[in-house]
């Protein structure tokens, strides 16, 4: 039902590399949050973004950012990677008839 | 977002009704309470959500008490391919679009049995 796209699926990098994971959430989703999951933290949020601003952040290092574009699309960048980023990063996108849809993740394996 | 407290599992006889509760007391008057289901390390799969009145959809149905201190997701016959965790949050009101913060708790890990 959802269709929102995260790209890539999967990504595999080493330690102090840096990566960019895509979001395109479907129309009429204006807000797009990113969430990272571990096995031993669970879903934790990152950041939100709503027309292009960042409106609530996460308690994650500066090393993870993000950025809206005019059409949704959002971005999130992790710049030199640790052992401990690896994870399931999750694109949430809203509409304003408050319906919420997750992508389906992209898998990041930090080596 | 207000706490939330499940169960951290049940089991379901397949073709039955699952009945999963969700606690969330501290929950403020303009909170909606959603329910997602995440099935191994997919995505979580948004279900269904309501701010006081009950609810249904061709997945579920959600019963919010009076006092909307708690409800309860209704899968009204449950196959094996509901086994999933359960996750119940709570979340301010959109206001111009904004998403806030999603906090998740464990959730429950409803399993189907044949």
């Known amino acids: 039902k959802a269709g929102v796209t995260q790209t890539p699926r999967y990504l595999i990098k080493t330690r102090g590399q840096q990566v960019t994971l895509s979001c395109s959430p479907i129309?009429?989703?204006?807000?797009v949050s990113w969430y990272q999951q571990t096995p031993g933290q669970g879903l934790q949020f990152l950041f939100e973004?709503?027309?292009?601003?960042?409106?609530n952040k996460g308690n994650f290092p500066g090393r993870f950012s993000g950025r809206q574009f005019s059409n949704s699309r959002s971005e999130m960048n992790v710049s030199t990677l640790e052992l401990g980023d690896s994870a399931l990063y999750l694109c949430?996108?809203?509409?304003?008839?408050?319906?919420?849809?997750f992508g389906p993740g992209t898998r990041l394996t930090v080596l | 977002d207000a706490k939330t407290t499940q169960p951290p599992s049940m089991d379901c006889a397949e073709g039955r009704a699952a009945n999963l509760p969700c606690n969330h007391s501290?929950?403020?008057?303009?909170?909606?309470v959603y329910w997602y289901r995440q099935i191994h390390s997919q995505g979580p799969q948004y279900i269904i959500h309501?701010?006081?009145n009950n609810e249904t959809n061709e997945m579920a149905s959600l019963i919010i008490t009076e006092d909307r201190k708690s409800s309860t997701l209704i899968l009204p016959h449950a196959t094996l391919r509901d086994t999933a965790v359960y996750y119940c949050i709570v979340r301010s009101s959109n206001s111009g679009g904004s998403n806030y913060k999603l906090t998740f708790g464990k959730g429950t890990l409803l399993t189907v049995n044949p």
């Open positions: 309501g701010l006081k």
């Open positions: 949430l996108g809203t509409r304003d008839n408050n319906e919420q849809f």
């Open positions: 973004y709503f027309s292009e601003t960042q409106r």
């Open positions: 501290t929950i403020s008057g303009n909170e909606y």
């Open positions: 129309s009429g989703h204006r807000s």
